[in-house]
């Protein structure tokens, strides 16, 4: 599809590697897969209702961006 689009290659291979591995959280090096990985927690976390000490758990140990941060805190109500 993203071919079809006429995105770049290297585009193209970025956005293959970032879906095929937004659930694996070892090795997060750039920005990008940092805040895939944020949105994907913070929508999970939503939709299952995760009670607030898992909520605090993955703030502590998943979230690096401060607007992940932010949004995380805003959502959930940690202080």
Known sequence: MLNELGYPKDVI???S?????HHTYNDICDSDYQILVEADF?????EDGL????????????????????????MFGIK
């Open 13 to 15: 291979e970025r956005v």
């Open 17 to 21: 590697y970032l879906v095929a591995h």
């Open 42 to 46: 913070l929508v999970n976390m939503y």
């Open 51 to 74: 009670p607030s000490q898992n909520v605090k758990a993955a703030y502590e140990a998943v979230f690096k961006t401060e607007s992940g941060k932010r949004i995380c805190r805003t």
